[in-house]
């Protein structure tokens, strides 16, 4: 437990290349953080902060993130194995510079991402669905609730393109920028 919530900051490196190269000579800053949600956390998807009370837990994530516009959303370490993070075991979330996240499962809108466009979550049914844990352009029209929302959570900048052809896909995105 003294691990939770630990800050760790890292060389933005592309580990799937031997030797690791610089993917964006920025640094990647780190959280490890327990699994509570009571299924394995994958790579890529993002989760949010356990929460109690009305405030967030920072060192425990319960769940893909559902909410479009959800305060606290972080994305899993994306060299985590596909199995992903077993529940109550330790792992890295990013909350600041370069993630790679995943893209939505449909070839719609919300799958159109362009580099410079602000990144938001996808909505889900629930945090155990499919669609849970994705990402999509931030939409800056419509309700003044919805439009709050999207402006006030954003995750991040998207980095790289994506098209509505790639669906489930890796999108860099630089958290918190």
Same mark, same amino acid.
């Given at each position: 437990?003294?691990?939770e919530?630990t800050i760790?900051?890292?060389?933005?490196?592309?580990?799937?290349?031997?030797?690791?190269?610089a993917?964006?000579?920025k640094?990647v800053?780190?959280?490890v953080?327990r699994?509570?949600?009571?299924?394995?956390?994958?790579?890529?998807?993002?989760v949010?902060?356990?929460q109690?009370?009305?405030?967030?837990?920072?060192?425990?994530?319960?769940?893909?993130?559902?909410v479009?516009?959800?305060?606290?959303?972080?994305?899993?370490?994306?060299?985590?194995?596909?199995?992903?993070c077993?529940?109550?075991?330790?792992?890295?979330?990013?909350?600041e510079?370069?993630?790679?996240?995943?893209? *939505? @499962?449909? !070839?719609?809108a $919300?799958?159109?991402? &362009? /580099? =410079?466009?602000?990144?938001? *979550? @996808?909505? !889900?049914?629930? $945090?155990?669905s499919? &669609? /849970? =844990?994705?990402?999509?352009?931030q939409?800056?029209?419509?309700?003044?609730?919805?439009l709050?929302?999207?402006?006030?959570?954003?995750?991040g900048?998207?980095?790289?393109?994506?098209?509505?052809a790639?669906?489930?896909?890796?999108?860099?995105?630089?958290?918190?920028?």
């Open positions: 437990t003294n691990f919530g760790w900051e890292f060389e933005d490196l592309d580990y799937s290349a031997r030797p690791p190269t993917r964006t000579n640094k800053k780190c959280m953080v699994n509570t949600s009571a299924i394995a956390l994958l790579p890529k998807r993002l949010t902060f356990e109690t009370a009305g405030r967030d837990l920072t060192g425990q994530v319960d769940g893909y993130c559902t479009t516009g959800a305060a606290s959303t972080f994305s899993i370490d994306e060299f985590l194995p596909t199995a992903g077993p529940n109550n075991d330790l792992c890295y979330i990013v909350i510079g370069p993630a790679m996240m995943l893209t *939505a @499962l449909e !070839a719609d $919300s799958n159109l991402l &362009t /580099a =410079g466009t602000i990144v938001n *979550a @996808l909505t !889900a049914v629930t $945090s155990q499919t &669609t /849970a =844990g994705r990402c999509k352009p939409i800056t029209s419509g309700a003044t609730s919805a709050a929302l999207e402006i006030q959570n954003r995750i900048v998207a980095l790289s393109s994506r098209t509505t790639n669906t489930n896909n890796d999108i860099l995105v630089d958290v918190r920028r």
